[in-house]
């Protein structure tokens, strides 16, 4: 069967550069992808760059502001493609995109994901530097594909596809997760098929032009992880034949220090109590109430191997070697 597929771009309040997006979509060297703007009822001038493209794109309006994650579902359920990659209204597609996740999409029978790596770029559009994913193989299969996403997405934000049959089948993003509803996907996909990694970089994914996102998307975000982590995975991990339930509690405490270790650098110590709170339960289930604890008096927590300068050491040769 012939590859079909499409870009889906939801689109919020990105009018300086939700232009520059759709012209890498046209830009392809395999044409042929529909591509899909889906505008979330934007306040600023995102709708009239978008008109202009009209009669080069499909552009869709939900029937009421529907945040992000309703924005993703609404978006994808009007594609066509059998291939869907949603791509951000402020990133931008390399010209080979397309054809990477035709190729990684036909390398096996079974897949459900391909993914690819990816440059980051500042608000001017430059580079600042390029991220590979190093802890995936071309090819992973289930149960891998669940474990391997257990403590952390190891699917890139703006360099992926998925099955759209299978988005459909496994109920699409889920909404309780406000934010990181990507990771709940790739959770949900993973007992289904195989997830491909294109070792090349497939999209340029637009960072460091709101440095206080991280802070402001706090509350939100930590009850994202809560939800996933505590909710979401142990509805999953049933699908998993013989699932390793030792490995899925070591992931869960492991996804717990490495939060309550960035969260200490983030917040000052009057300010974490709301973090406490949300993580209470979890801290309880996996036995690092003491860690909690010591968040809690204003310590700065260590997340261990991750932060260390031998981990560092060992991703940078990596990296190198793979160039």
């Not at 597609?93 to 690819?116: C, E, W």
């Not at 709940?184 to 032009?209: C, I, K, N, Q």
């Amino acid at each position: 069967m012939a590859f079909s597929h499409s870009f889906v771009v939801p689109s919020y309040n990105h009018g300086q550069f939700i232009g520059e997006t759709i012209e890498s979509l046209l830009n392809q060297e395999l044409p042929g992808s529909e591509i899909v703007v889906c505008d979330d009822h934007s306040t600023d001038n995102s709708r009239a760059v978008i008109e202009t493209y009209r009669d080069r794109i499909r552009i869709v309006h939900p029937p009421r502001r529907l945040g992000m994650m309703g924005n993703y579902n609404f978006a994808t359920a009007q594609a066509t493609g059998e291939w869907v990659s949603l791509l951000g209204s402020d990133d931008r597609a390399l010209p080979r995109f397309s054809r990477l996740i035709r190729d990684g999409a036909a390398r096996t029978p079974n897949t459900v994901v391909v993914t690819g790596d990816y440059d980051q770029i500042d608000g001017e559009g430059r580079k600042i530097r390029s991220e590979k994913v190093l802890s995936v193989r071309p090819v992973t299969r289930p149960p891998e594909t669940f474990y391997t996403q257990l403590a952390a997405p190891k699917v890139p934000p703006v360099a992926n596809a998925f099955h759209r049959p299978s988005w459909e089948k496994v109920g699409g993003f889920p909404e309780r997760a406000t934010l990181i509803g990507d990771w709940g996907l790739w959770l949900r996909l993973s007992p289904l098929g195989d997830f491909v990694h294109m070792a090349e970089p497939l999209a340029e994914y637009r960072v460091s032009y709101r440095p206080n996102i991280a802070y402001e998307r706090r509350i939100e975000a930590l009850r994202d992880d809560v939800y996933i982590v505590l909710t979401l995975i142990p509805q999953i991990a049933p699908q998993i034949p013989d699932v390793d339930t030792k490995y899925v509690a070591m992931a869960k405490r492991a996804r717990l220090r490495s939060l309550i270790a960035g969260y200490s650098k983030m917040l000052a110590p009057g300010d974490r109590a709301f973090a406490v709170e949300i993580l209470r339960d979890w801290a309880s289930q996996s036995g690092l109430g003491h860690m909690l604890e010591r968040f809690a008096r204003g310590e700065t927590i260590s997340s261990g191997w991750r932060d260390s300068a031998l981990r560092r050491a060992l991703r940078d040769l990596y990296k190198a070697l793979r160039r």
